[in-house]
């Protein structure tokens, strides 16, 4: 996190290079805008990596068949013309005609089928099962004309569709190499590059560096996306947030993210820098061993996880630490999704009973337990703080994701530190669901809290949903499965010459983006 200090080097620095406030006009003279976060970027398809950083990026440069405006939240057809439901678990779609990938190949059906049916396969090694689980089967009758035989009853499929489902040329995964991990051979599929229909068009792709688009010229103007201005978009990584905010203070930058809140209002005296905050889908949650995935650990004992809940002071974090649109986390899910709602009782912020409980539980003075984490390490730490003076002490196991991810899908983390966008999806099974249907990432294994999220996740009655979602969510709670901290707020800072929308969704919609005249 960069302290007031680094800051004031940074418009030092700045001042020194003659690029301070009302210089910084790089982007908009080469008409190339560049951001960057500390994300390295190893795959650009979005179904081989959900970091919100390639949602970002894949959004520019791959429609999907549905797109959710982002400002209104209204769904409109994208690649599609529209869709009906012939019964409630087969979904036709209509595509629009004429429609070109970036490799000039016509979209049809058939990549649609081709698409989800390699997606939707259990060993296609996709990273976010919800959105193809449902899937059975994807038919292509004519050249526009999709149908897709769901498994059950799918309320959420439009959802779905709407934003992080693209889709590529019919044949395109057959280009992806073979590689041996852990003495097996495996198909790479997420080594192709992507080749879509889209705003952009992928011009290079430096695995873990940089990621440069292109505008496509000949993207069709009816889209509900409208057609890009701003010519170029180039992402980089860089590790650092005192290089980053130096970066856009100099010009080198047009857009950053996470902008520490000590330093957001220095930012916001510069004329050539404005800074916007919103909130986020994004949750951030401890993770807890409940049913045991790790061995015998304290994290069995449901009144251990209940301290955990009382020892954090989440309002404070939240309010303190995170900043601006950041909100205390109540259930496992984002408060705007569809059946996020529950009137179960909530944990209140209390040491002493926190102290208490481990008492019962036969930890009077306290254990010492791994915490994993992967980003944002000083709420991190700040939770370890809070656990510590009620006696937990922690042993913080800090890696990148790409580390910390098998250890988490072997079942081998007793504690860790995660978060989880849902990958905008805003309805309850993109959030809950995910983590309490006894996939890899369930450490609570509650067979109740399944059937009622199954039953939720395939019911085509609204009210139906709501309640299962409901007793779903009060169960959770009750027995403190997990603790749900905070929801993200994203402070952007970005050249004051770029006209763009900030929506409550954390992603950058660039092909928006405009620069001033």
């Known amino acids: ?16 290079l003659g690029l301070g406030a009302g210089a910084a006009q790089a982007g908009k003279a080469d008409d190339t805008l560049v951001f960057a976060s500390a994300s390295e970027v ?47 678990k087969t979904l036709e779609f209509k595509l629009r005609k004429g429609l070109k990938f970036s490799n000039g190949k016509e979209l049809t059906a058939a990549d649609v089928a081709y698409t989800y049916n390699h997606a939707r396969q259990p060993d296609s090694g996709v990273v976010t099962r919800l959105l193809v689980d449902w899937i059975e089967n994807v038919e292509a009758p004519s050249a526009d004309t999709v149908i897709f035989k769901a498994k059950a009853p799918t309320p959420a499929a439009i959802e779905y569709f709407s934003g992080i489902t693209p889709i590529y040329p019919e044949g395109h995964y057959d280009k992806a190499p073979t590689v041996n991990t852990g003495g097996k051979a495996r198909r790479d599929w997420g080594a192709v590059q992507p080749v879509c229909v889209g705003p952009y068009n992928l011009k290079e792709f430096k695995s873990g560096s940089s990621v440069t ?55 916001a005296a510069m004329p050539s820098v404005t800074v916007k905050a919103a909130p986020t889908t994004r949750m951030s949650f401890l993770s807890l061993d409940a049913a045991g995935r790790s061995g015998d650990n304290p994290m069995k004992d449901v009144r251990v996880r209940r301290a955990m809940f009382h020892a954090i002071d989440r309002a404070a974090i939240s309010r303190e630490l995170v900043g601006e649109g950041s909100e205390v986390l109540r259930f496992m899910c984002d408060a705007r999704q569809f059946g996020c709602d529950t009137k179960t009782e909530e944990y209140a912020y209390d040491p002493a009973k926190a102290k208490a409980l481990l008492k019962e539980a ?47 899908q072997e079942g081998k983390a007793e504690v860790a530190h995660l978060s989880w966008g849902s990958q905008g999806v805003l309805d309850a099974s993109a959030s809950v669901s995910n983590y309490f249907k006894f996939s890899i990432d369930d450490y609570a294994r ?3 809290v399944r059937d009622w999220l199954q039953a ?33 707020g994203r402070t952007y ?8 929308p900030v929506t409550p969704d954390e992603l950058a919609h660039f092909y928006l983006a405009r620069w001033k005249q």
């Open 213 to 267: 688009l292109v505008k496509n010229d000949a993207y069709f103007a009816d889209s509900p996306k409208g057609k890009p201005s701003i010519g170029t978009l180039i992402y980089k990584t860089i590790p650092d947030t005192d290089t980053q905010l130096a970066e856009l203070v100099t010009g080198g930058l047009d857009w950053i993210w996470g902008v520490p809140s000590e330093n957001a209002k220095q930012l």
């Open 456 to 488: 939720a996740d395939t019911s085509v009655d609204p009210e139906k949903r709501k309640e299962l979602y409901g007793k779903a969510l009060a169960r959770i709670n009750e027995q403190a499965y997990m603790v749900p901290l905070f929801s993200y």
């Open 362 to 408: 036969g930890h009077p003075d306290g254990f010492t337990i791994p915490i994993y984490a992967y980003r944002d390490r000083p709420y991190t730490e700040a939770v370890m703080n809070y656990l510590r003076a009620v006696g937990i002490k922690t042993d913080l196991r800090y890696l990148q994701w790409r580390a910390l991810r098998p250890i988490l």
């Open 493 to 500: 800072a970005f050249n004051a010459e770029l006209d763009l």
């Open 42 to 88: 190893d795959t650009v398809d979005l179904y081989y990596q959900n970091l919100r950083e390639v949602v970002i990026i894949a959004q520019q440069m791959c429609d999907t068949l549905m797109y959710r405006d982002p400002i209104k939240g209204e769904y409109k057809p994208l690649l599609s013309t529209g869709y009906r439901w012939i019964d409630d």
């Open 446 to 448: 509650d067979e109740q």
């Open 1 to 16: 996190m960069m302290t007031t200090r680094s800051m004031a080097a940074a418009l030092t620095v700045a001042a020194a």
